[in-house]
C-alpha cells in the first residue's frame, strides 16, 4: 500500500493565523481525501482533492475556510485560515490505494489553537 | 440523518478477555464495511473489511467481524485479547452512492490490561 508522509505532525498556532498541511505520498493516486478529527470525536470528511479541478466540500466546510491544493498525483496541501480554537483538531490526509476500496491514512496533524 | 454508530465508547478488558465491540450504520442501500485500529502514537490501519459474500469476515491478528445485513451491523470480535491490542477501533462504511466516502464511526478505545 502506499506510503504518506504528513507535515506537520503537530503545531500551536496564535488565533487569526493559517497553517497549511502537506500531504505526500510515494505513488501516483487518484483520490486523496482530507478528513478532521476533533477531540473525543469521530473522524469527519473534509473533502475530496482532485487533481487538476477544484476540491469537492463536504456539507459544513467551505473553501475560504479550508483551501486545497493538488498540483499532482502525489501532493496535496490543505490550509486552515484565520484558525480559532475550534479548529483545534487532528488532520488527517487519506488516499484510495486500490480498487477494492484501500485506503491508507497519513499520521495526521494534531493543531491546537490558542 | 445517514450515520455509523459504535456504541462502546471505551472498553477495559483483561488480557485473555473475549471482544465484541459493536458497529451499527444507517444507509439502506449497498455498503462496504470497514474496520480500522489506531495504535497509540500511529497511523490507522486496516483491520478488515466486507464488501461481499461470506458475511464473517477475518482480519489481521486475529480479529474478525460478522455483517448482519438485517440488523445493519458489522460487530468486530476477538476470542482472547493481548496487552498489544490496546488501541482505538474504528468502525466505517461506504455506502454505495456516496462517490468513495469512508464515513467513520466515533470509535471505541480499548484497554487491555496486563
Known amino acids: 500500500s502506499a506510503v504518506i508522509s504528513q507535515k506537520p505532525s503537530r503545531d500551536i498556532c496564535q488565533r487569526g493565523t493559517s497553517l497549511t498541511i502537506q500531504c505526500q505520498v510515494d505513488s501516483q493516486v487518484t483520490m486523496m481525501f482530507w478528513y478532521r478529527q476533533q477531540p473525543g470525536q469521530s473522524l469527519t470528511l473534509i473533502a475530496t482533492?482532485?487533481?487538476?479541478?477544484?476540491?469537492?466540500?463536504e456539507s459544513g466546510f467551505v473553501i475560504d475556510k479550508f483551501p486545497i491544493s493538488r498540483p499532482n498525483l502525489t501532493f496535496s496541501t490543505l490550509t486552515v485560515s484565520n484558525m480559532s480554537p475550534e479548529d483545534s483538531s487532528i488532520y488527517l490526509c487519506?488516499?484510495?490505494?486500490?480498487?477494492?476500496?484501500?485506503?491508507?491514512f497519513g499520521s495526521g496533524t494534531r493543531l491546537t489553537v490558542v | 440523518a445517514q450515520s455509523v454508530s459504535q456504541h462502546n465508547h471505551h472498553v477495559i478488558l483483561s488480557e485473555a478477555a473475549s471482544l465484541e465491540l459493536g458497529c451499527n450504520y444507517s444507509y439502506g442501500g449497498t455498503v462496504n464495511l470497514f474496520w480500522y485500529v489506531q495504535y497509540p502514537g500511529q497511523h490507522l490501519q486496516l483491520l478488515l473489511k466486507y464488501f461481499s459474500g461470506d458475511p464473517l469476515v477475518k482480519g489481521i491478528k486475529g480479529f474478525e467481524a460478522e455483517f448482519i445485513k438485517s440488523k445493519f451491523s458489522f460487530n468486530l470480535r476477538k476470542p482472547s485479547v493481548q496487552w498489544s491490542d490496546t488501541a482505538e477501533y474504528f468502525c466505517a462504511v461506504i455506502p454505495m452512492d456516496s462517490s468513495y466516502k469512508l464515513i467513520f464511526g466515533s470509535g471505541t478505545r480499548l484497554l487491555v490490561r496486563p
Open positions: 487519506s488516499v484510495r490505494t486500490d480498487y477494492n476500496y484501500g485506503y491508507t
Open positions: 482533492a482532485n487533481q487538476g479541478s477544484e476540491a469537492t466540500y
